[in-house]
């Protein structure tokens, strides 16, 4: 394993029990430039991670709390009228972070979702038709609760698309459990460590494009993307009717990085089958829109990825 990652890893892993798929997937995204979607029940240690990451990367990290009446400035941030100078100036909002942990995000409307949308991708914020830059690096963790679902709404297909990697988060082991309350029990949770900075990011980030990728595990990603779209092309006639769209090519590029990121995380230099397949259920499970048969059917997006990943011939 790369040493960095290791590093960081031990650090989070000080107050966080299991969930390692989870600290992957926040250092992938990391990594890459991308955002993450996490889905899991209250109380399984997602903004812990997400803080931990932070405080071991010695990076800023801000939370918000979506709600019904939450405002799209009370994300972005605002303009004000400065009484004593008689002038207008910004009020960055919560998302001038490095870490952003948008908690709950289906709670609030699409209004203010869509807020979030810019920034994701274009790493600016426009306030009063000024732009501004966030800082680097920059990631949005969002969660959402599958529970309770009064009340809340539904994220647009735009959205969905810009999240990198979509992880579902269960509960720990009876094992891993024992141990998180008996460290509770014991001494509480040690003191997290910064091993590293905002500039190892960026070096793992440039390091990224010297990994390299053969054309034939490239176009098997493609294959697993593009059977998504057609699955009858791919001996795959009975998914047609579950699938009322395929993923994006927004995937196809996502997996392309998400790949060679596991690769540079595993300390290797190359991308194989096996990292891809790490990170195939994680990039597309959220880019499948699954047609009223599918949910009559009990039939989801992971069952989708699976037979796809056995149809698809491995180069």
């Not at 059977?227 to 009975?238: I, W």
């Amino acid at each position: 394993m790369n040493e960095r990652v290791e590093a960081i890893k031990k650090e989070v892993f000080k107050v966080i029990v299991g969930h390692e798929h989870l600290v992957d997937s926040m250092l992938i995204a990391l990594l890459c430039e991308g955002h993450l979607r996490v889905e899991g029940v209250p109380g399984l240690a997602k903004t812990t991670a997400v803080n931990a990451l932070a405080k071991s990367l010695g990076l800023e990290f801000k939370r918000v709390q979506f709600t019904p009446d939450l405002l799209p400035s009370d994300i972005t941030g605002t303009e004000i009228y400065d009484q004593k100078s008689g002038e207008f100036k910004i009020k960055q909002g919560p998302v001038f972070t490095n870490l952003l942990l948008a908690d709950e995000i289906n709670r609030a409307p699409a209004k203010v979702q869509s807020a979030l949308l810019e920034v994701m991708q274009e790493r600016q914020v426009t306030i009063a038709q000024e732009s501004y830059k966030v800082a680097r690096p920059f990631l949005v963790l969002a969660t959402q609760n599958p529970v309770e679902q009064e009340g809340t709404y539904r994220l647009p297909e735009a959205q969905l698309d810009r999240f990198m990697l979509k992880v579902d988060v269960g509960y720990n082991t009876i094992e891993e459990e024992f141990e998180v309350v008996s460290r509770v029990a014991a001494k509480g949770f040690e003191p997290i460590s910064q091993v590293a900075g905002a500039e190892d990011i960026e070096s793992m980030q440039r390091e990224l494009a010297s990994i390299h990728v053969d054309d034939a595990v490239v176009k098997y990603m493609l294959k697993l993307v593009f059977a998504t779209r057609f699955p009858q092309e791919y001996s795959l006639k009975e998914l047609k009717e579950y699938i009322e769209f395929g993923a994006s090519p927004r995937a196809s590029i996502d997996l392309f990085k998400a790949s060679r990121a596991v690769a540079l995380m595993r300390g290797k230099d190359y991308v194989s089958v096996v990292d891809v397949s790490e990170v195939l259920h994680d990039v597309l499970r959220h880019r499948i829109i699954l047609s009223y048969r599918a949910e009559a059917a009990g039939v989801t997006s992971d069952d989708i990825v699976t037979e796809i990943q056995k149809a698809v011939a491995i180069p």
